[in-house]
Nanobody, 127 residues
Framework: QEQLVESGGGPVQAGGSLRLSCAAS????????MGWFRQAPGKEREGVAV????????YYADSVKGRFTISQENAKNTVYLQMNSLKPEDTAMYYC????????????????????WGQGTQVTVSS
C-alpha cells in the first residue's frame, strides 16, 4: 500500500517561506504525477502544483505562480514544494497527491485524478 507522508508545514508570517516535503514509500514508477493540493476552512480542495516525475514537467495554479516551486528528488522518492512570499490566503491544509497517470494542463487540478493521498500538513500564514 503506497503511503505519502508530508512534512514541513507550520506557522509563518506573511512574506515568509516554507518548504513542504512529500515522501512516497513505494511510488517508484518513473512515469507518475505527484503534487500538492490544499484546502482552506470552508473551501473546496484545490490544486496547487504538480510535477510529472518522468519529464519534470510542472503545472501551477495561477494563484501561486512565481511564488511556489515544485521539485523532485528521485533518489529519495520525494517531492518538494518551496513556498515563498507567503500570503494569509495561502493558509490551508496542504495534501500530497500522486497517481500513475499523466495529466494535462486542463486536467491536472482535478482531485479525482489522484489515487494516493497523504494525511496533510497545516500551513498558517499570519499577517
Amino acid at each position: 500500500q503506497e503511503q505519502l507522508v508530508e512534512s514541513g508545514g507550520g506557522p509563518v508570517q506573511a512574506g515568509g517561506s516554507l518548504r513542504l516535503s512529500c515522501a512516497a514509500s513505494e511510488f517508484r514508477d518513473s512515469r507518475s504525477t505527484m503534487g500538492w493540493f490544499r484546502q482552506a476552512p470552508g473551501k473546496e480542495r484545490e490544486g496547487v502544483a504538480v510535477i510529472y516525475t518522468g519529464s519534470g514537467r510542472t503545472y501551477y495554479a495561477d494563484s501561486v505562480k512565481g511564488r511556489f516551486t515544485i521539485s523532485q528528488e528521485n533518489a529519495k522518492n520525494t517531492v518538494y514544494l518551496q513556498m515563498n512570499s507567503l500570503k494569509p490566503e495561502d493558509t490551508a491544509m496542504y495534501y500530497c497527491a500522486a497517481d500513475y497517470r499523466m495529466w494535462t494542463s486542463s486536467t491536472w487540478f482535478y482531485e479525482s485524478g489522484y489515487h494516493y493521498w497523504g494525511q496533510g500538513t497545516q500551513v498558517t500564514v499570519s499577517s
